[in-house]
């Protein structure tokens, strides 16, 4: 069965510092990679997505993830982070070459960013 | 351009009644999805229906638990008898047929006294 892990449960960084967020999965076929962010009472949306090509991913608000195929990781990185930035992360993952379905999901990781 | 809409937000019940929660995909979409999240743990998938079809309820509780998405109107997600182990949030996503990236809606925060 698919699964995902996230080894940090939270993180708690000053402003500025770099981040870099873990995620592996297991499964063994093509993958579709997704980190989603959820702010403090908000709904989860879209950071970036992998399908394919490039395993250098840029997404919104200067984050950035990177698809090691040989490591099944899909970590998220930020070179300088912002107290605004303050959310919970998930990563997720579902079978890859163009099937829809359900999506795994990480347990999440809380990002706290000191002002 | 809407979003995913879910209602109600916020929805309490005491054991044994029932809960009915909308949702109402992106415009376009004809794929919703289910998920339910408890307290510090991850989304945990539910159910995957179109229109007028349940494709996937491999994460749907066997009993109390139902969901539908008719031809017309929002999808329902229904939990008949609450019980105190159901108060979580539900998630629904959305997605265009033929592609794979989801969208969320800002989910219902189900508490069960």
């Known amino acids: 069965a698919q699964s995902v892990s996230q080894h940090n449960h939270h993180v708690i960084l000053s402003e500025a510092a770099s981040l870099e967020l873990g995620c592996n999965y297991s499964y063994g076929g093509t993958v579709n990679l997704f980190w989603y962010v959820q702010y403090p009472g908000q709904h989860l949306q879209l950071l970036l997505k992998?399908?394919?090509?490039?395993?250098l991913v840029k997404g919104i608000k200067g984050f950035e993830a990177e698809f090691i195929k040989s490591k099944f990781s899909f970590n998220l990185r930020k070179p300088s982070v912002q107290w605004s930035d303050t959310a919970e992360y998930f990563c997720a993952v579902n079978a890859g070459g163009g099937s829809q379905g359900n999506l795994i999901f990480g347990k999440g990781t809380k990002l706290s960013v000191k002002p | 351009n809407a979003g995913v809409m879910q209602n109600p937000r916020h929805l309490v019940r005491r054991r044994g009644q029932e809960a009915r929660l909308r949702c109402s995909p992106m415009?376009?979409?004809?794929?919703v999805y289910w998920y339910r999240q408890l307290p510090e743990e991850g989304l945990k998938f539910m159910v995957y229906?179109?229109?007028?079809?349940?494709?996937?309820e491999s994460g749907m509780p066997k009993e109390r638990f139902s969901a539908e998405f008719p031809k017309e109107g929002p999808s329902i997600l229904r939990i008949q008898q609450v019980v105190r182990g159901d108060s979580a949030a539900y998630f629904c996503?959305?997605?265009?047929?033929?592609?794979?990236?989801?969208?969320f809606g800002p989910g219902t925060r189900l508490t069960v006294l």
């Open positions: 992998y399908f394919s090509g490039d395993p």
């Open positions: 415009k376009g979409h004809s794929h």
């Open positions: 996503a959305s997605s265009q047929a033929g592609e794979v990236t989801q969208y």
């Open positions: 229906l179109q229109k007028e079809n349940i494709i996937d």
